[in-house]
């Protein structure tokens, strides 16, 4: 996703436009009117790829929100909610004051960025033509996808965690966390310049990003009461599978935008074809990573688990995130089945490791996301195994050190937990004050 090159595409397609007029009518002409559009209709197109990528990553939130009602309790379902709509907010508030200037700094030493002031927007009326697109809508794609890392962590901290430290947290990781990783690929830092690191839309710089955040904050926080007793695992079954369902489907349709958006150009048919290939691919993961989930669900318990059925879906999307162009059809379902695969086999690997995902975050964000990060030269030339394996690395290190040390200081002064009595009565009442499904008696 590095912006330099799209400016510099654009810039070809403008500079082709004037060579070759649009509506030319005979022979080069028609074929160069039929590669590329002019300068002001590809800002426009671009634009508004960013635009419609943008609100379909907005509408993951809502997935997340949905996944996360359901497959909690009942008596924590009002404060999954609150969870959802107060990060994706704090998200871009941080994302704004510091976290796209963090993440894209310009010149820098490759590693942390500086703090230059506010994002700047166009003025009314007014376009840098020579971007290539609004910079308002770049800044609004950027965003959105700050606001999935946090996402990450709320499921898997579901049903312990107190509000306020969650917040802050989230403040943390939306304004300086997440945007440094950022800055070391996409903002042209270190993994990209000194290693190849490729992640085409994130499957390490969104997704394992959140999932090391989610993975430390597991472990200092611990797990529900009741969940690891006398070597046993308790099954705590969620409350609503139909919302659950809706969340995924809700995820899955997001995610043509999170990944086709990516392309990060709509100006010539090249970028147009590309965009409906990576639909096409990144659909096709999905749907393999389901129904591998499914096979292996039924041969290992002997039933079809829909939540791993629900899962395997969104490991196949994260796997195919780091590079969902180059595939051919059938590679892109066999990454996605391997994210099925990853799901059914790590899920219960935390358990033995008495780790408590509530939502499965952990199997489908951090470890698919490695290995979709790690299957990038498999089909991409342009990378590498080395450049992968650094990337991955880099990333866990940085991610585990600064949310630990965030997470150790909250627990510190505030604490992180809710009082026994208040876990066991539900996060509802004593967080919001708001329960869900106030016509259901507790006994």
Excluded at 2 to 15: H, I, Y
Excluded at 205 to 216: E, F, K, N, Y
Excluded at 220 to 242: M, S
Excluded at 388 to 401: D, E, K, L
Aim: aromatic share 12%.
């Amino acid at each position: 996703m590095n912006r330099n090159l799209l400016k510099w595409g654009a810039l070809g397609v403008a500079t082709l436009a004037l060579a070759e007029p649009a509506f030319a009518q005979q022979g080069t002409d028609e074929a160069a009117a039929a590669v590329a559009v002019g300068g002001g209709t590809a800002y426009i197109l671009n634009t508004l790829l960013f635009l419609i990528g943008g609100f379909l990553v907005m509408w993951m939130a809502a997935g997340f929100a949905m996944l996360e009602a359901g497959l909690v309790r009942a008596k924590n379902t009002s404060v999954q909610c609150l969870k959802n709509i107060g990060l994706y907010s704090i998200a871009g508030l941080m994302f704004w004051i510091i976290g796209y200037n963090i993440a894209y700094p310009g010149d820098f030493n490759g590693f942390i960025g500086g703090f230059t002031g506010w994002y700047p927007m166009q003025e009314v009326g007014a376009a840098d033509t020579e971007t290539g697109y609004s910079v308002a809508s770049d800044w609004f794609f950027q965003m959105v996808f700050c606001a999935t890392t946090a996402s990450i962590v709320s499921g898997t901290l579901a049903e312990r965690i107190k509000i306020v430290p969650f917040f802050i947290f989230v403040t943390v990781l939306t304004g300086i966390i997440y945007p440094v990783v950022v800055s070391w690929e996409w903002g042209g830092g270190f993994l990209d310049a000194q290693f190849g690191f490729s992640d085409f839309a994130g499957s390490t710089l969104v997704h394992s990003t959140g999932g090391w955040a989610a993975l430390i904050g597991a472990i200092i926080l611990g797990p529900r009461l009741g969940r690891f007793v006398d070597g046993k695992v308790a099954v705590f079954p969620g409350t609503n599978i139909p919302l659950a369902t809706l969340g995924t489907f809700i995820l899955w349709l997001g995610w043509f935008g999170f990944n086709g958006a990516s392309q990060l150009a709509m100006g010539t048919v090249g970028d147009v074809s590309d965009v409906s290939k990576i639909f096409v691919n990144t659909n096709m993961a999905a749907c393999a990573g389901v129904v591998v989930a499914i096979i292996l669900t039924q041969i290992r318990y002997g039933k079809a688990d829909v939540t791993m059925a629900l899962n395997g879906a969104l490991a196949g999307l994260v796997s195919i995130t780091a590079e969902p162009l180059t595939p051919n059809v059938g590679m892109a379902v066999i990454i996605g089945a391997i994210g099925g695969v990853i799901v059914v086999y790590t899920v219960p690997l935390l358990d033995k490791l008495k780790i408590d995902d509530v939502v499965g975050a952990i199997p489908v964000h951090l470890f698919a996301g490695i290995w979709g990060t790690m299957a990038v030269p498999l089909t991409n030339g342009d990378a590498n195994f080395l450049g992968q394996f650094v990337g991955v690395v880099a990333t866990g290190v940085w991610v585990c050190v600064a949310s630990g040390i965030v997470w150790l200081i909250l627990k510190a002064v505030m604490g992180l937990r809710p009082t026994e009595a208040e876990e066991l009565a539900g996060l509802d009442h004593s967080e919001t004050g708001i329960e869900a499904y106030p016509e259901f008696v507790q006994t």
